[in-house]
Structure formats: C-alpha cells, structure tokens
C-alpha cells in the first residue's frame, strides 16, 4: 500500500465511522469497542509475538525504550506547566492536555506508517516501542493523570491496585514479552501475515476514532473550545510537544549516542492516540482538547509524511 493510499483510506474509515455513530448511535459505539477487544486480545497479540522475536535485543534497543520513556516524561512534565502555570487552565483541562501529549497513536496509526514509509524490516522495533512504551504509557501513566485530574472517580480504575491489574491484562505487552524471550526466530513467512495484518487492521482502528469522535461531540463543538476556537492555545501546545519536542528529544538522543532504528524514530513522533480521549471520559476530564488534538496532530502528521514522499 503506498502512502497516499494509506492516508486516503485513514479518512475514509473515520468518516466511515462518523457516519455509523450518527446512524446507529450506541450500537455503532458499542461494536466498535467490541471489535476493538478482539483486535487487542486475540488478534494482535500473535503479530506482535511474531514481529519481536525477529528482533534482536541490544544496548540500542533497551537505550531506545528507556529514550522513549524520558521523551514522553519530559512533555508531559511540559504539558503541565504551561498548561496549569502558564495558561492557567482548571485542573480538567490540565489533566486533558497531559493526556493528549503522552499518549500516542503508535499502534492504528504508527505501525502501517512505519510499515509504508520504511519497510518491514523497521516493524521489530516499532512493535517494541508500542508495546513497551506506550502501552504502559497508557496503562499507567494515562491513568494515573485520569485519576489525578479528574472530576469524577472513573470506578474502580483510580485505585493503584486496579491500574496494575489493567497494566498487567494487556496481551501486547505480554506477547512481546514472550517474542523477545522466546529462542530463535518466528519463520519468514509468519513476518510476513504479520505485516499484511499491521496494515490491514488500519482502517479498524480509525474506524473507532471515528465512532468515539462523533460520540463524544453531538452537541457539535468537539473541536471547538468554550469560546469557539479550532486552535485554541492548549491544543498549540499538544501540537508542539507531541510532534514537535517529543520527537526531538529522541532524535537528538540517536543523534549524539544511540543511532535509534528509524523505527523507533517514527514512533516518537505519531500524532495522539484515541486511547487518550477514552481516558478522559472515563475520569470527567474535558475531553475537546483531547479530541481536536487526535485530529489536528494525525492531519499534520498526515500531511506532513505526503509532502516529504513528493519532494523525494
């Protein structure tokens, strides 16, 4: 699939899935998050056991993930001065635009991105990144901000008990896990279902940012705040961090010392995640900043990787 068709098929499944949300309403809602259960619990996880175990762990890439970690550290610690200190923003939105900038669209967005743009051969370590860093990302850190920020207690999500056990039932991080402990590596052919599937679980996932963006904006002012700005200056601030400070950071580390797998370079600088959005309904964050930043980062980001592929 070359990259014009990827980025035509990214919209045409959200628009896809706006117009099954208005149409259907909950059910569309609720099939969505039924489809994505067994993407995550019974078809990905073998696809991604199989793209680790063709990696070679090193120096490089264990340095990689610990840079990845730092990366998203560093901008989250940003997101929330500027956007409490700065902009002073209510308690909320801080939690929001912290969501926004740490969680990333890795895995619907960055994998097929990786796979188009660089080949099969960087999918080891992007897989890595996704389910070592952002995943955990979600499943810990995303969390925690959900419940420290949040204006309702999301149930029994807030408690730490409760975010290790979400930490420890995701099947990603375990099947990568076990590729990377497993001997030998998986057969030439099995990488290759693997990384027919990366691409072609794509429209799925922005299928579901589609259902979950018109769900969460009926009242049609998703992507706009209070006073009706498209780019008000919390959501400047996510497009910036996210991809602009967050991949410099990594791309500055690969630079200096590390010579990062283009893969992981990639990664860290995919727009946000719908996982993000997801977490600030769950604990009563404001959720618009969220939304218009998944929209305004994947477009540019879009954009951006079209314009690079026709200059050459």
């Known amino acids: ?53 063709r990696l070679h762990v090193d120096l490089t890439l264990v ?10 550290g560093t901008v989250g610690v940003l997101a929330w001065f500027v956007s409490s200190r700065l902009l002073h923003l209510p308690a909320a939105t801080v939690g929001a635009v912290i969501l926004a900038t740490i969680v990333s669209n890795t895995g619907y967005f960055g994998l097929p991105l990786v796979r188009t743009v660089l080949g099969g051969d960087e999918l080891g370590p992007a897989v890595a990144w996704d389910s070592l860093v952002a ?20 149930g029994e999500a807030t408690g730490r008990g409760s975010r290790l056990v979400a930490f420890l039932r995701n099947p990603l991080l375990w099947a990568s896990v076990l590729g990377l402990v497993v001997p030998g590596d998986a057969p030439d052919w099995a990488g290759d ?23 969460q904006g009926e009242d049609g002012s998703l992507l706009r705040d209070a006073r ?44 946000t995640g719908l996982n993000g959005m997801l977490v600030a309904h769950r604990f009563g964050l404001d959720f618009r900043p969220v939304a218009a930043s998944i929209v305004w980062t994947t477009s540019i980001m ?11």
Do not use: C, H, K, N
């Open 63 to 72: 340095s990689g993930l610990i840079t990845g970690f730092v990366a998203l």
């Open 193 to 215: 279902v693997a990384q027919v599937i990366i691409v072609a679980v794509l429209p799925v996932g922005f299928f579901v940012v589609g259902v979950q963006l018109s769900a």
């Open 302 to 312: 879009a954009l951006g990787v079209l314009v690079v592929e026709a200059v050459g």
């Open 135 to 154: 995943q955990p990302t979600v499943f810990v850190s995303a969390f925690a901000v959900g419940a420290a920020f949040g204006t309702v207690g999301g």
């Open 228 to 271: 009706g700005r498209l780019l008000p200056p919390e959501v400047a601030l996510v497009v910036v961090l996210r991809l602009v400070v967050a991949p410099l950071i990594v791309l500055t580390a690969s630079v200096v010392a590390l010579d990062l797998p283009p893969g992981m370079l990639l990664q860290a600088a995919v727009p």
């Open 1 to 53: 699939m070359s990259l014009p068709v990827l980025v035509a098929v990214m919209v045409a499944a959200t628009l896809v899935g706006i117009g099954a949300e208005r149409r259907f309403g909950t059910a569309a809602e609720e099939r969505s998050r039924t489809t994505m259960g067994v993407l995550l619990t019974w078809v990905l996880p073998p696809v991604y056991l199989v793209l680790v175990s």
